[in-house]
């Protein structure tokens, strides 16, 4: 599978952490990842979307 650069980017930067999107963030950006089982999410009360990387995205990020 082909990654996009900003792709890449943002499974690295979940390999350390969850991230929770800011209210303003474009989902779009990264939803081909959660399609493909790359990286999970989690609506919080908030209202805001956590992002956490799957095993397989963990697999991507150091391919």
Do not use: C, N, Q
């Not at 919080?44 to 956590?50: A, N, T």
């Amino acid at each position: 599978m082909e990654l996009a650069e900003l792709e890449r980017e943002f499974l690295r930067k979940l390999l350390g952490e969850s991230w929770v999107s800011p209210p303003m963030f474009d989902h779009e950006i990264v939803a081909r990842l959660v399609e493909l089982g790359l990286v999970e999410t989690e609506p919080l009360p908030s209202g805001d979307i956590e992002y956490r990387i799957t095993d397989a995205g963990r697999a991507a990020a150091t391919a």
